[in-house]
């Protein structure tokens, strides 16, 4: 499904995991060899690697290939599920707020004892462990690209009246936050598939500017008619221009649908309400905690400062100041109008139950 052209923020095959690391870009396009958790973990924690599904897979395809080059050292099927399940609480600490890297711990550790009810052979486990992980890879592009059709269905179905619409949207959520396609950028790529996208309005996205460096680089990279702006223009943007929809993604959203995604979100949901824009998170069900029931329990990762008080390395701040610089906001479930997944768009109060029902399937 992934052609040539694609932005790929990662690169597997069996044994060997690079991504192109995002700091360096737009000025410089390089990939970075991830041999071991370890490598994965500061990748991550750097932000390398980030988006909330790409941090999943990273962090999964890492534990593929350092088991895949260490397989001579483990000599029990115990040995292994006890090195697997130490590595992905390893991995799940790199950063808190996405809960997609430990669904996905918990989906393999979920795995690791009815695989070895039916497979005793050791290196026959080792083998369908890796399979089983390899299979995030597939899986996210799947989700990507149902979330992109079933958000431009719902986004166009509500703007009969106009065939071309303008969309915002915040951070970077496309190819480079995922496997490939997108979420929230996934919707927008389809929905200029589809003939009905008229402009991609995005914002910078202080303070470490996802916008300007990533997204701003997809849509000139996928020629995507754009046009960015900085976090404090939504509201005049609002007030001026027909904006018909805002989309965004999210890195965890609870039982009753408040979302945490890049700080920001919140100050957007908030002036689409009083425009009377619709305003949808766009987020695969790995993206979905509902082990927390409201926002107030999701940790929000507080980042360096130098990530707001510089930019490539040049001080834009007197020297000295004291910042505060939280990396995501919650925005509560009565100012979003649907959560676009892989499965359909969903309204937040509807959300517990239709994933409670799916999961049971
Ligand atoms: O700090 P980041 O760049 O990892 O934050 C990313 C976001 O907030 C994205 O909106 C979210 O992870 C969804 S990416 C498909």
Redesign the pocket.
Same mark, same amino acid.
């Given at each position: 499904m992934q052609d040539d052209q694609t932005l790929k923020a990662i690169r597997y095959q069996r044994g060997s995991l690079s991504i192109l690391d995002q700091l360096k870009l737009p000025d410089q396009s390089i990939y970075i060899p991830i041999n071991s958790v370890d490598d994965a973990w500061k990748a991550i924690h750097t932000?390398s690697i980030?988006? #909330?599904? #790409?941090?999943a897979v990273c962090g999964v395809l890492s534990l593929a290939v350092e088991l895949y080059h260490s397989q001579s050292k483990f000599d029990t099927i115990a040995s292994v599920q006890q090195f697997v399940t130490d590595q992905l609480n390893y991995l799940i600490t790199s950063?808190p707020t996405?809960v997609n890297m430990t669904e996905g711990a918990q989906t393999i550790i979920d795995y690791l004892i009815p695989l070895s009810n039916k497979q005793q052979d050791l290196s026959q486990y080792i083998n369908e462990l890796i399979v089983f992980m390899e299979q995030f890879l597939e899986r996210d592009l799947a989700d990507n690209h149902a979330i992109g059709q079933y958000g431009a269905k719902a986004i166009s179905e509500n703007n009969t009246s106009h065939k071309k619409l303008n969309i915002l949207t915040?951070?970077?959520?496309?190819s480079l936050?995922?496997v490939g396609f997108?979420? *929230?950028?996934g919707v927008i790529r389809q929905l200029q598939a589809n003939d009905n996208l008229e402009l991609a309005y995005f914002t910078e996205t202080r303070p470490?500017n996802?916008g300007s460096r990533l997204t701003a680089y997809e849509l000139v990279h996928d020629r995507i008619p754009h046009t960015m702006i900085c976090d404090s223009m939504a509201g005049l943007l609002m007030r001026t221009q027909p904006i018909h929809a805002v989309v965004?993604? *999210?890195?965890r959203v609870t039982a009753n649908g408040d979302t945490a995604?890049?700080i920001g979100?919140y100050q957007l949901a908030i002036l689409a309400k009083h425009h009377k824009i619709p305003f949808y998170i *766009?987020?695969p069900t790995t993206?979905i905690d509902l082990n927390k029931k409201t926002g107030d329990e999701i940790v929000i990762?507080q980042?360096p400062s130098k990530e707001m008080t510089s930019i490539k390395g040049v001080n834009i701040a007197a020297e000295g100041v004291q910042v505060w610089n939280p990396?995501?906001d919650i925005t509560p479930a009565n100012l979003i109008t649907g959560i676009i997944t892989e499965h359909g768009v969903f309204k937040p109060d509807e959300l517990e139950e239709k994933l409670l029902s799916l999961r049971k399937k």
């Open positions: 932000m980030r988006g #909330a599904p #790409a941090i950063r996405a915040h951070c970077n959520t496309g936050a995922t997108g979420t *929230a950028l470490y996802q965004v993604g *999210a890195d995604n890049k979100t *766009a987020a993206s990762e980042r990396s995501f």
